[in-house]
């Protein structure tokens, strides 16, 4: 499976945007799908996964203002994130795994490359 990111930019504080994660080379249907991200002198961390079934978790400090969802038929993941803060400027990749979702980087096997988004004002 290739994972492409995109979506990524420049918005103010408050601002939206949302994250696509496009698969090729196979079906995401029976993958578990997850957003990580990595802020500058950070380590990389888990934001959202969801299972093939649809089932989403996310990291406890987003406080609700990220939505992970996928679109089988398109062979897309989502990750639409609102009321942005200047602490969610990181790179963001997105990673699959056949298999059980979680937020283990470890566990997965096929990354994208990355998108950038920059929260400033």
């Known amino acids: 499976v290739q994972l492409q990111a995109s979506g990524g930019g420049l918005v103010q504080p408050g601002g939206s945007l949302r994250l696509s994660c496009v698969a090729s080379?196979?079906?995401?249907?029976?993958?578990?799908v997850a957003w990580f991200r990595q802020a500058p002198g950070k380590e990389r961390e888990g934001v959202s996964s969801?299972?093939?079934?649809?089932?989403?978790n996310y990291a406890a400090s987003l406080e609700g203002r990220f939505t992970i969802s996928r679109d089988n038929a398109k062979n897309t993941v989502y990750l639409q994130m609102n009321n942005l803060k200047p602490e969610d400027t990181a790179v963001y990749y997105c990673?699959?795994?056949?298999?059980?979702?979680?937020?283990?980087?470890?566990?997965?096997?096929?990354w994208g490359q990355g998108t950038q988004v920059t929260v400033s004002s």
């Open positions: 080379g196979k079906s995401l249907d029976y993958h578990a």
């Open positions: 990673a699959a795994v056949w298999g059980m979702a979680t937020l283990k980087q470890s566990l997965y096997d096929h």
């Open positions: 969801i299972s093939h079934r649809g089932v989403t």
